[in-house]
């Protein structure tokens, strides 16, 4: 319940976040509802609590963050000693917190939206279906188990997923800051420091001089020579640069591993209720399909 309420925001308020950050920063307005906020926040603080009174050390992402409010660094994997500044600065709770909650949010509807769209366009290419009940197979049968290693060598799945994100990229706007004066090359645009920047990651990614018959729904797209021949910032569902998405390879496999425990046992088809093409849903900031994506699921 919570973590869908996140993403129950008002379009004008979306707006003013996206582009007049100013305004919302001016009158300390919280992009997250101060209920959902509160809840997290009371909620992460009573794991560390708990953790730390019990002496729980566990190898995830809540240990690293225990370290870095209680130390100030992570310690080494490889029990090395490194030397660690006597000033180095240890996350708050609120801080951690806040790396905790992005770390949620991100990986939450995100990773809901892709899978959800990748069975969408599956379902209406049975022989893309099929190559994939192939693929994910043969790899189980030779390592005869879901492991890390099995799912990396399934390559046509990941190029499915590529281009289930090329055509519909979760996150639709990239905001960015502009970090010094540029002048954009090939035009006569000139960006003065700090200028926003938002990036239309649907319509750049649909762009059809970019990609050629943008509403076909194409894995080939993202065979080897083909990512060559782009431009490396053409495809930006995680972003780029320093500022790209922290959990790009945690995402990805949460993804993988569901749609793979699905494919090993289901066919699907669109159930007529399903619109075909989608109208995308203006009300929420992710991705979504006005009216709902409906399947009729099959054992194989």
Not at 140 to 160: G, I, Q, S
Not at 247 to 272: A, D
């Amino acid at each position: 319940m919570k973590g869908k309420k996140i993403f129950e925001l008002n379009p004008i308020w979306t707006a003013l976040f996206a582009f007049v950050p100013q305004i919302t920063d001016f009158f300390s307005i919280p992009f997250t509802d101060r209920d959902v906020t509160s809840f997290y926040m009371n909620m992460f603080r009573e794991n560390v609590e708990y953790r730390q009174s019990h002496n729980i050390v566990r190898q995830d992402f809540m240990n690293l963050l225990i370290q870095l409010m209680e130390r100030g660094y992570v310690e080494p994997d490889d029990d090395k000693t490194t030397h660690i500044s006597s000033t180095v600065s240890k996350l708050t709770m609120a801080e951690a917190a806040a790396q905790s909650f992005l770390f949620f949010i991100a990986g939450f509807e995100t990773s809901a939206t892709t899978a959800t769209f990748a069975l969408y366009e599956l379902a209406q290419h049975h022989d893309i279906q099929k190559k994939i009940h192939k693929e994910i197979d043969e790899i189980l049968a030779k390592y005869d188990d879901l492991t890390y290693d099995a799912v990396n060598e399934m390559t046509y799945l990941h190029k499915v997923i590529n281009e289930t994100m090329r055509k519909y990229p979760p996150v639709i706007l990239l905001n960015r800051i502009c970090t010094k004066d540029i002048d954009l090359p090939t035009t006569d645009i000139h960006l003065p420091k700090r200028t926003l920047i938002n990036i239309p990651l649907l319509e750049l990614h649909r762009d059809p001089s970019i990609y050629p018959d943008p509403d076909k729904f194409d894995p080939e797209r993202f065979n080897a020579d083909k990512i060559a021949e782009r431009h490396s910032y053409a495809y930006l569902p995680f972003g780029e640069g320093p500022r790209s998405c922290i959990g790009t390879r945690f995402g990805l496999m949460q993804v993988k591993i569901g749609l793979v425990n699905f494919l090993l046992k289901y066919n699907f088809k669109l159930h007529s209720r399903t619109q075909v093409p989608s109208i995308f849903d203006e009300r929420f900031p992710t991705l979504s399909a006005k009216g709902g994506i409906h399947f009729i699921i099959e054992p194989r």
